[in-house]
């Protein structure tokens, strides 16, 4: 596997039931970028980021490789739990657990079976810088993660899953749930975040690929249809079937 | 073998985890199943045993009007009819009087009224059967004495005693079910002018049928296995009623007073196993019923 | 008919007899409390049962009531939570899963007289465990798994989805996802559950008749030693309960006021169900106060 290549997919496709919903991807994920999945809602676009870290377990087969330094850890051999340490997952809504922001940040780490009290504290205020809410509950930590607003748990959860110190971060939809300010916001976290993880990210809203993503994937109906630099693909599409979605014709 | 293959294959604390919790939650649901399998083979086979050990023919049992055990003489019929006449009758009357009281207490009574009501039938239905079986000896049988003659115990008194065990939970599951009908229905009915009356038996009764029917077999099927509240008022003759007043015996009487009257693994023994294969079947039948009631609602 | 009349005379027909039937059934719990209530008094709720004399007490009734109540939840509880976890989390979609809620669903349909006489062939004779708390309270929770389990099922489900996901994309395993954030946070739709099983098993005489005994043996309150047959908390000793002990006075009691006994011991036994709803109804209220969050 080259070097600046964080994630492979080789012909991977997901079916529920008979029907596939994604259809042989293939596709390489560029180390410390942002890579955005586009296409309109039934594209598999989820269902596939889904699959990239087990989520899909039980629920869907999933065929095909997906290479993590030259692991394929799409094998029942694989020790899932490991795997979704290493590559993270931001969700729709923000899923604070009922208890203190810092018992929240440090909930996966406590996995890990760490108990060294400096450790911890160091580990959560370099969560929560790097998900740059540190300064707005730094004198709250033990407040309950609930008293915070919609953004702010979306940030915390973002350094929940930074505290197990992931690769890879896959996020789906994370600002659908939020205003325009708390989106600018996560938005600009995720700049920060890229210089130290690569991240993978879901959006249904145009605008944030563009604005935020360095790759762009445009999927339709399960397929991949193309997969490029964001500028390309907004500037430049190659494919008649991305120029009609970028131009609102469907969607 | 690289690290990254050794570290993303290798076990972890949370497979150890996985391992434990799919363990104690399959013993679990397994025990269970287990039970539940068990308690059916011992009954088929004890219930069985009257027939196959001691060769009484299954239709002499099912037919016959004479339960003498300790002669050999095992005539289910009277109790067979006693337990379907007590739980028929008492079905039969709480089912529109539970209903009445459902609609008075979701259509026509203001619903600052349910704050009440509802503690109250819950209280209701919480009351354990001897309790109800205490109210019919001290209550219900003087009553019935005054007014009809005889000892009080019988039929009647057992029919009422199970009425009033039963209506509590009919009017609490058909209320559910009245709550259930869309509020739409009530607004697009009163809409076109009909009258709260029209409303509820154009809209909400046929609506609500189904559940209103479960709610009756459900309390059917409550009265129909309950042992002790019936055995304290219906006099326990293993006889064929003749009237209401006449003194009779369920099959859930007789097995209450027989279990303590006769040694395991006789024949007498056997025979009550038997009646109590006939309940369980009967139980059975009573929740396909529900099931198939169910079905059909949603359907 | 004129409409309006139609209406005015179902309203009326349904009110008068809603108003009948509630009449009844609450002047004969009414009449149960008044008679009940005088009777009930300190020396009665402390004092031993008498067996021919009157001015007997409900004291070992009582205590033994609760006691078996305890006994069956700390066994149906982990069972019906262990199967509620394996229903919601683990059951493949199969046709063994529904054998198995049909299984469980068959199991609440049994009368309570047949887990009784089931309890007494199997747990009094063939495992020899006489007549004994511990005989009762095996029986008592084949009655109450079905109702637990579902409780549970119901409760746990209750809990978002996405607190389920973020953990699973924690890393967690399943089965610490459960034990960490889907139970804590269904507790108290479980406890509930428990407190309302607990209410109806309270009151339950048919399935115990034959299984925990219809005597009390001379227990002592002071032997703490739960393996010391006089010891109150010994398992294996016999114990009537206050539902058996009504149903025992006016079958075949011998005291000359067993109808005052029974009027004492039932407005006790309505009392205590009373509570255990109330309870629930105050758990209840701190799981809509908890979701609301």
């Not at chain 2, 007043?245 to 395991?264: E, F, H, P, R, Y």
Request: hydrophobic share 50%.
């Amino acid at each position: 596997m080259e070097d600046n290549i964080a994630l492979e997919l080789k012909d991977v496709s997901v079916a529920y039931g008979a029907e596939p919903t994604v259809r042989n991807v293939s596709m390489k994920f560029k180390k410390n970028q942002i890579s955005a999945l586009i296409g309109a809602s039934g594209s598999g676009k989820s269902t596939l980021l889904r699959s990239i870290n087990r989520m899909n377990d039980g629920l869907a087969t999933v065929t095909g490789q997906i290479l993590f330094h030259d692991v394929d850890i799409n094998r029942p051999k694989v020790n899932v739990y490991k795997v979704r340490q290493e590559i993270g997952m931001v969700f729709q809504q923000p899923t604070p657990f009922p208890m203190s922001i810092y018992e929240n940040v440090i909930y996966g780490l406590r996995l890990t079976g760490e108990k060294d009290r400096r450790v911890l504290d160091q580990r959560v205020e370099e969560s929560l810088k790097h998900a740059a809410l540190w300064d707005e509950v730094k004198d709250r930590l033990k407040a309950s993660a609930l008293s915070l607003s919609g953004g702010q748990q979306q940030r915390l959860c973002i350094a929940r899953t930074l505290a197990t110190k992931p690769e890879i971060i896959l996020m789906d939809e994370p600002t659908s749930a939020l205003d325009p300010i708390s989106t600018t916001q996560i938005e600009a976290t995720m700049m920060e975040l890229k210089k130290d993880y690569t991240i993978i990210i879901v959006t249904h809203n145009m605008q944030q690929a563009s604005r935020a993503s360095d790759w762009t994937a445009f999927m339709h109906q399960g397929n991949l249809i193309e997969f490029n630099q964001t500028t390309e693909i907004f500037m430049n599409p190659h494919e008649q079937a991305t120029n009609d979605y970028l131009n609102g014709k469907f969607g | 073998m690289s690290d990254w293959e050794k570290r993303l294959t290798g076990p972890s604390k949370e497979t150890n985890q996985e391992r434990v919790g799919r363990v104690l939650t399959t013993l679990s649901i397994t025990v269970i199943g287990l039970l539940v399998a068990t308690i059916l083979i011992f009954l088929a086979s004890k219930g069985l045993s009257l027939f196959i050990k001691y060769g009484v023919n299954i239709w002499d049992f099912v037919s016959g009007t004479d339960w003498s055990p300790k002669k050999g003489s095992y005539g289910a019929l009277p109790m067979i009819v006693t337990s379907f006449g007590v739980t028929m009758l008492a079905g039969i009357v709480a089912l529109p009087l539970a209903l009445m009281v459902a609609l008075a207490v979701t259509e026509i009574l203001p619903p600052a009224f349910r704050k009440v009501t509802q503690p109250v039938i819950e209280l209701l239905v919480g009351i354990p059967s001897v309790v109800y079986g205490f109210v019919g000896l001290t209550v219900i049988i003087p009553i019935l004495r005054q007014w009809f003659g005889g000892t009080g115990f019988g039929m009647l008194a057992a029919t009422v005693v199970l009425f009033l065990m039963i209506v509590p939970t009919m009017v609490s599951m058909t209320i559910d079910t009245l709550l259930a009908v869309p509020e739409s229905y009530r607004m697009a009915s009163k809409g076109l002018g009909a009258t709260r009356w029209q409303t509820i038996y154009r809209t909400i009764l046929p609506s609500a049928a189904g559940g209103v029917l479960t709610a009756m077999i459900f309390g059917m099927a409550r009265a129909f296995g309950e042992a002790l509240a019936v055995q304290m008022v219906i006099g326990n003759a293993s006889i064929m009623p003749t009237s209401l007043m006449s003194s009779a015996a369920t099959l859930t009487s007789v097995l209450t007073t027989g279990i303590g009257n006769t040694v395991m693994g006789t024949a007498a023994n056997d025979a009550l196993w038997s009646l109590a294969l006939v309940l369980l079947v009967m139980s059975l039948i009573f929740n396909l019923a529900m099931r198939l009631v169910n079905r059909n609602k949603e359907g | 008919m004129d409409p309006q009349k139609s209406n005015r005379l179902a309203t009326g027909v349904i009110l008068c007899f809603a108003a009948i039937v509630s009449l009844i059934v609450l002047s004969l719990v009414l009449y149960l409390l008044a008679t009940g209530l005088p009777h009930v008094s300190w020396h009665f709720l402390t004092s031993a049962a008498s067996s021919f004399t009157a001015g007997g007490g409900i004291r070992d009734q009582l205590f033994n009531s609760f006691y078996l109540v305890i006994l069956t939840l700390l066994v149906s509880v982990p069972l019906s939570l262990g199967a509620a976890i394996y229903l919601s989390e683990y059951a493949p979609k199969n046709r063994l899963t529904s054998i198995l809620r049909l299984a469980i669903e068959v199991l609440s349909s049994l009368p309570s007289v047949v887990v009784g006489l089931f309890g007494y062939l199997v747990f009094v004779l063939q495992w020899k465990m006489d007549f004994s708390l511990l005989a009762g309270a095996l029986a008592l929770t084949i009655i109450n798994l079905p109702l637990l389990t579902r409780s549970c099922e119901t409760a746990l489900s209750q809990v978002p989805f996405l607190q389920r996901q973020a953990g699973l994309g924690l890393g967690m395993a399943k089965w610490r996802v459960t034990t960490r954030i889907m139970v804590p946070a269904a507790l108290p739709g479980i406890m509930t559950g428990a407190i309302l099983s607990a209410g109806r098993i309270f009151g339950e005489a048919a399935a115990l008749i034959y299984t925990a005994g219809q005597s009390s043996i001379n227990v002592s309150y002071s032997n703490w030693n739960p393996f010391s047959p006089t010891s109150f908390l010994n398992p294996m000793r016999p114990a009537e309960t206050l539902a058996v002990h009504i149903w025992k006075l006016n079958t075949e009691g011998l005291v000359p006021d067993a109808t005052a006994v029974s009027a004492g011991a039932a407005a006790v036994l309505i009392i205590a169900i009373l509570a255990f709803n109330l309870l629930a109804r105050f758990v209840g209220g701190l799981v809509a106060k908890h979701f609301r969050q």
